[in-house]
């Protein structure tokens, strides 16, 4: 093979070239990449929000997504200047971006909130829960009114382990601790470590169940285990059309361990100029857990696309 | 709040030693589906690149088989195999994993025959061996620590690989970087970062140790 | 409403805005792998001792990972793209260290002693003769790293919409619509059998004394095998050398 290549090595010309063209293969998909996402945002600045932007996050999941969008929408309809960083993480995530700014607003859960910032808080009114959150809510962020819409983490069992066990709406969570020792609980990677969760279960109904599996944030994986009955009871929220669907049973919580889980927004308190925080308590007032069951369907069932369907919500409701 | 103290945090915490969560069963779990992985992938990979290498034929097939094999996005090919297989059990995680590991086992097999050196081949042809004889006992000596040097590669990305099971929720040491990120609990991610690169390490020095043992001195010395 | 390329509006792009996205986020890593790589692999093969520690540590690096490395990086460089781009950056200068030490290294030492008396430093012998000799050898390293990295930038979609089309993946989960997982993965392997194909181009280009082709392939294996009747190779599995495949690790 060196035969070849003896006469044309050492030619100058014939690097340069390969030089060249090195570069120009590499880098034609990379300026044709910039060219065709022109008009979306530099992606390389997305964690740096220009001065004065206001930045709406949302978590990993259908419906705070789908409120953030409503947050955002609202927003703009008001003149406000925002721009979307939806889909984050956990709320273990996307509060630390709060706190150093990358994050302006964020739809939040009041007790779900508490229990993050203080686990050992049990209030029994919802304004108990504003109030201890308010106390131990980092000093350069506020939560603004709380909707009437509620949205709980639930303990939820199939149609086949109700059965089994009696279990009816009426039915609590104690009810089901007796059966700790013969079931699979399935839910999120972070209850488990959450008092709102695994460690409440425990302390306040004394449900331990045999095994634990971490599957998602009441999502598909979630959903689809409860469904096949992998797991017997899973951590689902309440507001999920897939408990009506599956005739699934939601086991009640007398003690308030999931708290008060009103929709709030979280916003940075230098961050929102006023006409946003009026836009945003606007919004409060008329989300009701009715309407985000009607929403959370369009999404999750008729697959409508989130953004458009809280714009057709915030014109229904005369907000945008 | 450095690497050192996440490992100490990690490492430290007895809960983190026994029981379904534990380091023991995780790493279980980590190696059973590598193994089985790697096991599948050499069955499919090592046959197809012995005959092809030794025939000669096929190169430009197995060329692109590699490609293709290669560009599957293995956390893509998981979520599908998820949605299409259900969502529980190993299987979705398996498909992923043998496709990643195909590859290179299957070429480096093809190239480590074809890149033996013709005339001990001649010779034996011309003694009158059989071109099975010929292919496993003078080919495929020669070429072994060039295939073993396929299946490490193999295997090491298979292992760090695996860690993405724990998105659908199987276990090995995976499930300490998902749940770490879900719950921001850095040490549990750190901590498994270090479980997988270590487990990585370890198998390039059991691949070590089985080349010391199957690879003829003849062709280590050779080398 | 069409299930396969309606993107979902919190992914803020486009079908072809994620692809670019994702083009970016895999290629800059590559690029940036092979400008931190050439000299790297300048003093690896000049110090010969250099390089047995620098294959450890990237042999390391490469064991780490990409998940764990992403989450890591979060709080570094926050919930973006950058903290997708640099560990695809580490791995691709772990495969391509190795491409380019190997490659020169399997220079004839009579062609290097030729340039060498022919008053050639050792880093325009190492740029003008030894590079050029090694170029099939570190296409096939940029090959396998672009590949690998298109593919690990949807892992990206686990930290938070940092995936390109790796995000479609999420949210065809959670928004139960799974032709957009469909069309993520036939998306991302596209791509990556794209510049694939591009870089082989390249590299047809770049070594214009070598046999190509089919036909210089066939006419090459007739020559060989006139002379050598054994050793017909052809030319397109001979650019990814089992040697380099080994230096995967």
């Known amino acids: 093979?060196?035969?070849?290549?003896?006469?044309?090595?050492?030619?100058?010309?014939?690097?340069?070239?390969?030089?060249?063209?090195?570069?120009?293969?590499?880098?034609?998909?990379?300026?044709?990449?910039?060219?065709?996402?022109?008009?979306?945002?530099?992606?390389?600045?997305?964690?740096?929000?220009?001065?004065?932007?206001?930045?709406?996050?949302?978590?990993?999941?259908?419906?705070?997504?789908?409120?953030?969008?409503?947050?955002?929408?609202?927003?703009?309809?008001?003149?406000?200047?925002?721009?979307?960083?939806?889909?984050?993480?956990?709320?273990?995530?996307?509060?630390?971006?709060?706190?150093?700014?990358?994050?302006?607003?964020?739809?939040?859960?009041?007790?779900?909130?508490?229990?993050?910032?203080?686990p050992k808080a049990t209030p029994t009114t919802a304004d108990a829960t504003a109030s201890a959150i308010a106390a131990k809510l980092d000093p350069k962020l506020t939560l603004l009114d709380p909707a009437p819409a509620e949205d709980k983490d639930s303990v939820t069992v199939n149609a086949a382990t109700a059965a089994k066990y009696h279990l009816t709406a009426d039915s609590t969570i104690a009810d089901l601790a007796k059966y700790g020792n013969e079931i699979t609980f399935g839910g999120s990677p972070e209850f488990q470590k959450r008092q709102q969760g695994l460690l409440g279960l425990k302390s306040v109904y004394g449900l331990t169940p045999k095994s634990y599996k971490a599957l998602d944030v009441g999502g598909p994986l979630t959903e689809a285990a409860l469904k096949n009955n992998n797991v017997q009871a899973a951590d689902i929220f309440s507001t999920d059309t897939t408990i009506a669907q599956e005739k699934m049973v939601t086991l009640k919580d007398p003690k308030?361990?999931?708290?008060?889980?009103?929709?709030?927004?979280?916003?940075?308190?230098?961050?929102?100029?006023?006409?946003g925080v009026d836009a945003l308590n606007a919004v409060s007032a008329k989300l009701t857990t009715q309407a985000l069951l009607d929403l959370n369907a369009q999404v999750q069932n008729d697959k409508k696309d989130p953004l458009a369907v809280a714009q057709a919500w915030l014109k229904s409701a005369g907000l945008a | 709040m450095n690497i050192l103290n996440f490992l100490n945090t990690f490492f430290s915490d007895g809960a983190n030693w026994h029981g379904a969560n534990g380091i023991p069963h995780r790493l279980l779990e980590h190696i059973q589906y590598s193994a089985v992985a790697l096991a599948i992938a050499a069955a499919i990979g090592l046959p197809i690149g012995l005959f092809t290498g030794h025939t000669g034929r096929g190169g430009y097939a197995l060329s692109a088989f590699a490609t293709g094999a290669r560009a599957l996005p293995s956390f893509g090919l998981?979520?599908?195999?998820?949605?299409?297989?259900?969502?529980?059990?190993?299987?979705?995680?398996?498909?992923?994993?043998?496709?990643?590991?195909?590859?290179?086992?299957?070429?480096?097999?093809?190239?480590?025959?074809?890149?033996?050196?013709?005339?001990?081949?001649?010779a034996a042809r011309g003694m009158g061996m059989t071109s099975p004889s010929v292919l496993f006992q003078v080919e495929l000596p020669v070429a072994l620590p060039l295939i073993l040097g396929g299946l490490r590669s193999a295997a090491i990305q298979v292992v760090s690989t695996a860690t993405i099971a724990a998105y659908i929720s199987l276990g090995g040491f995976g499930r300490y970087i998902i749940d770490g990120l879900a719950s921001h609990t850095y040490s549990d991610v750190v901590g498994g970062a270090v479980l997988v690169a270590g487990l990585a390490l370890a198998t390039i020095g059991v691949f070590w140790l089985v080349g010391r043992l199957v690879v003829s001195p003849g062709v280590r010395r050779g080398r | 409403m069409n299930q396969y390329f309606d993107m979902p509006s919190d992914l803020q792009h486009s079908y072809v805005g994620l692809i670019g996205l994702h083009l970016q986020e895999a290629l800059l890593p590559v690029l940036f792998g092979l400008l931190i790589a050439l000299p790297l692999a300048l003093v690896c093969s000049r110090f010969s001792w250099f390089y047995a520690p620098v294959l450890w540590v990237t042999t390391v690096l490469y064991a780490i990972p990409s998940l764990a490395f992403f989450v890591v990086l979060l709080d570094y460089t926050g919930d973006s793209t950058t903290t997708v781009m640099i560990p695809l950056t580490v791995y691709s200068l772990v495969l391509l260290v190795p491409a380019i030490v190997e490659g020169t290294r399997a220079v004839s030492p009579d062609t290097v002693a030729a340039a060498t008396a022919m008053g050639f430093g050792s880093l325009r012998r190492f740029v003008q003769v030894e590079l050029p000799i090694a170029v099939p050898a570190i296409m096939a390293g940029l090959r396998l790293a672009a590949v690998s990295s298109i593919s690990l930038v949807s892992v990206g979609a686990i930290i938070g919409n940092e995936g390109a089309l790796g995000n479609l993946l999420h949210d065809g989960q959670i928004y139960h619509r799974d032709p957009l997982?469909?069309?993520?993965?036939?998306?991302?392997a596209v791509l990556a059998i794209v510049v694939d194909g591009l870089l082989v181009l390249a590299q047809v280009l770049l070594t214009p004394w070598q046999p190509h082709g089919r036909r210089a392939a066939r006419r090459a294996a007739r020559a060989a095998a006139v002379d050598e009747p054994a050793a017909p190779r052809d030319a397109v599995t001979d650019a990814v050398p089992a040697a380099l495949e080994d230096a995967v690790r």
């Open chain 1, 1 to 118: 093979m060196n035969s070849h290549v003896k006469n044309t090595w050492s030619s100058p010309r014939n690097i340069r070239l390969a030089a060249v063209a090195i570069a120009a293969v590499t880098a034609a998909p990379l300026l044709a990449s910039c060219s065709s996402s022109s008009g979306s945002k530099d992606p390389l600045a997305a964690s740096k929000p220009k001065a004065g932007t206001v930045v709406v996050g949302s978590n990993n999941f259908p419906e705070s997504i789908l409120i953030g969008d409503i947050y955002g929408e609202a927003l703009k309809a008001k003149g406000v200047n925002i721009t979307y960083k939806p889909n984050i993480g956990t709320r273990e995530t996307t509060y630390g971006m709060l706190k150093n700014g990358s994050v302006t607003v964020l739809p939040e859960y009041n007790g779900a909130l508490l229990a993050y910032l203080d």
């Open chain 1, 256 to 275: 308030n361990l999931f708290g008060f889980e009103n929709v709030v927004p979280l916003v940075s308190k230098t961050g929102l100029p006023q006409n």
């Open chain 2, 78 to 122: 998981l979520v599908l195999m998820t949605i299409w297989l259900g969502q529980l059990g190993t299987t979705p995680a398996m498909i992923p994993l043998v496709a990643l590991a195909v590859a290179p086992i299957l070429v480096t097999t093809h190239e480590a025959i074809r890149s033996v050196d013709p005339a001990p081949v001649d």
């Open chain 3, 181 to 188: 997982i469909i069309t993520s993965v036939v998306t991302t």
